[in-house]
């Protein structure tokens, strides 16, 4: 489509919308971890062949899945669109980002700058890291600050239990050396005994900086990152399979390769992050009121917070009835559970083509009515980006310094 169609096609849609734009689901397949079949899809569309399995739903998406296989656009959110027109939601960001965004923040910010997905996965994640932007710029890209969140009610799967950072003793510079057997060997995952495993608990989470070791378990899992899909594979036996080693140098210069091998991947990891003695007090998450929202009607609860990079909340409205919704900018949602309307448009849970939303600034910043007009509790949760919520809490260090 040309481009100077789409400005056209999305200020029609917004004004359709109410400023609001309804969005396609969009589903990103992982070819290293097997699916857990938890996202409601049929298993005639959950296999694809060689790009392994659907594993995720990203939601609001304006980044591209960096895969080895895989079509151009995949990770990409399309605008719901009458007509058979086909227009991403990148797209429709960058031909109009004033009419999205608001003109204070897309005259600050190139974009809508994070990305938030559903993973779900039968087999724990292998044991990798997002380099830091010091080491992510030097192949032009950015580096991944990620959280995550755990919904209630929800199978956790056979492995549900996530290893995070390293042993404290590893801090000491001579016990780096550790890592360097497994990443030259490249045939277990026996580097999973250099880590620490942490059960997860349903509403709560975890904030991981890049730099940062972790191998994700299978429950069933919310994220929201910074707008990149970076990564360095650190772990080679997985599912009972050999992970490609070129997995390891994703994200690595070749001639940093060639010149350091294995070796390389030692420089980007945050040692005094990943042996914190005290990573859980300092990086879980729990749900955290919204100051001001509790209204006869629901409440809103921070479930990502900790960073001014990206942060979003649980919206629950108790069946049958209405909450008044008001936020300070641009944010996508997903409705988790429930149907209803949401500033008048239909929304509903079960259905993938009626549950996800991005509202626009200038409608975000006016009341907007949340109705449920089902017999359980509605679930929302909403997705922002870089400062546009300044109050976001912070989790206290400990021990305090």
């Not at 890291?129 to 009610?153: I, M």
């Not at 994700?216 to 050999?242: C, H, R, W, Y």
Request: proline residues 7%; negative net charge; aromatic residues 8%.
């Amino acid at each position: 489509m040309t481009s100077n169609i789409v400005p056209d096609i999305v200020e029609r849609a917004l004004a359709d919308g109410g400023g609001i734009l309804r969005l396609e689901a969009a589903w990103v397949a992982r070819e290293w971890t097997q699916p857990g079949r938890r996202l409601g899809l049929p298993e005639e569309r959950v296999v694809v062949g060689e790009r392994g399995w659907i594993c995720e739903r990203w939601l609001g998406s304006t980044t591209t899945a960096d895969h080895r296989i895989g079509p151009d656009d995949e990770g990409l959110s399309y605008l719901a669109l009458q007509g058979g027109q086909r227009i991403t939601l990148r797209d429709a960001v960058r031909q109009v980002p004033q009419a999205i965004m608001g003109t204070a923040y897309a005259a600050s910010h190139h974009g809508l700058e994070r990305l938030a997905k559903i993973f779900d996965v039968d087999s724990r994640v292998p044991f990798h890291l997002h380099p830091r932007q010091q080491h992510a710029s030097l192949v032009g890209r950015n580096q991944k600050d990620e959280a995550y969140w755990y919904p209630p009610g929800v199978d956790m799967g056979p492995h549900p239990e996530s290893f995070f950072g390293l042993h404290t003793s590893t801090l000491e510079p001579q016990n780096h050396e550790r890592l360097m057997p497994y990443l030259i060997d490249w045939d277990s995952d026996r580097i999973l005994e250099q880590s620490r495993a942490f059960f997860p608990t349903a509403e709560g989470g975890f904030h991981i900086p890049s730099g940062v070791l972790h191998a994700p378990g299978t429950a069933l899992t919310f994220e929201l990152q910074e707008d990149s899909d970076v990564l360095l594979m650190f772990q080679a036996l997985n599912a009972g399979k050999i992970v490609s080693k070129d997995l390891m140098f994703k994200d690595v210069r070749p001639e940093d390769r060639e010149k350091y091998g294995e070796r390389y991947l030692l420089e980007t990891v945050d040692w005094e992050a990943n042996c914190d003695p005290c990573f859980y007090e300092n990086h879980h998450l729990g749900p955290c009121l919204v100051d001001g929202s509790r209204q006869p009607g629901g409440e809103e609860q921070w479930i990502f917070y900790n960073s001014l990079k990206f942060s979003g909340k649980k919206l629950t409205v108790a069946p049958g009835q209405t909450y008044s919704s008001t936020e300070r900018g641009v944010h996508n949602l997903l409705v988790w559970r429930g149907k209803g309307t949401f500033a008048g448009l239909p929304v509903d849970s079960k259905d993938p083509t009626l549950d996800e939303l991005l509202v626009s600034h200038d409608r975000a910043v006016r009341p907007i009515e949340v109705v449920n007009t089902s017999d359980e509790e509605m679930v929302v949760i909403k997705f922002f980006g870089p400062d546009i919520n300044p109050d976001v809490p912070m989790i206290a260090r400990y021990p305090a310094s």
